[in-house]
């Protein structure tokens, strides 16, 4: 298993400015994911964090919009800029457990980051 | 692409009754799947998963889910219910994304409420 932390916990911003979240693991990992959960939405995948290379970015997510670094193993940031109020969301990390030999598919997850944009 | 749908967005059950929560998928390939579970204030941790194999498979806390492949479904099941099994559940299917890269596609959640 996985220990995820997310600074901030929560955060209030305004209109036009930018965030960033950063993600700690307790372990080493290849693969780090951000995810978005819109209120009343579903888990959804904005990015595939891999150390030492840009990041993979899903349909609809561009990453001017949502830049993302990826230092070392057990680091991640996510950037949210220009923020409007659509992009109030909880934002999630999170790591996969390659369990070895083989990879188990499971996804173990930060508590996430709930920003509200006024 | 994959998709999943969970058909009920919040379930109400008294204490011991029994609890199945709908879970179905569509995505022309081979799947893995996951239930998911949030308690209140908590992060997301895994119920269960189906890889291969058995198609029930059994989770944590007394859930099982069955994995039907020719309904694409994967319903969660626990046949008496605790007030602390009062959280958000979320369905989700292992496939290929677009970008090429292997993902989780997630269920809108269903919440559970259990009231003692």
């Known amino acids: 298993s996985a220990v995820i932390s997310q600074k901030p916990s929560r955060d209030i911003c305004q209109r036009g400015t930018s965030l960033t979240i950063q993600c700690q693991v307790d372990?080493?990992?290849?693969?780090m994911f951000w995810y978005r959960q819109q209120p009343g939405q579903s888990l959804t995948l904005i990015a595939t964090?891999?150390?030492?290379?840009?990041?993979?970015?899903e349909s609809g997510f561009v990453i001017d919009k949502f830049p993302i670094s990826r230092p070392n193993l057990t680091f991640s940031t996510l950037t949210v800029s220009n923020m409007s109020p659509e992009d109030s969301s909880i934002y999630l990390c999170?790591?996969?457990?390659?369990?070895?030999?083989?990879?188990?598919?499971?996804?173990?997850f930060g508590e996430g980051s709930r920003l509200t944009v006024l | 692409a994959q998709s999943v749908s969970q058909h009920n967005h919040h379930v109400i059950l008294s204490e011991a009754a029994s609890l199945e929560l709908g879970c179905n998928y569509s995505?022309?390939?081979?799947?893995?799947l996951f239930w998911y579970v949030q308690y209140p204030g908590q992060h997301l941790q895994l119920l269960l998963k189906?890889?291969?194999?058995?198609?029930l498979v059994k989770g944590i806390k007394g859930f099982e889910a069955e994995f039907i492949k020719s309904k694409f479904s994967f319903n969660l099941r626990k046949p008496s219910v605790q007030w602390s099994d009062t959280a958000e559940y979320f369905c989700?299917?292992?496939?290929?994304?677009?970008?090429?890269?292997?993902?989780?596609?997630f269920g809108k959640g269903t919440k559970l409420s259990v009231i003692p």
């Open positions: 999170s790591v996969e457990d390659r369990g070895g030999a083989r990879n188990t598919g499971e996804l173990f």
């Open positions: 372990s080493q990992v290849t693969m």
């Open positions: 964090a891999n150390q030492g290379s840009e990041a993979t970015y």
């Open positions: 995505y022309g390939g081979t799947v893995n």
């Open positions: 189906y890889f291969s194999g058995d198609p």
């Open positions: 989700a299917v292992r496939g290929r994304s677009g970008a090429g890269s292997y993902q989780l596609t």
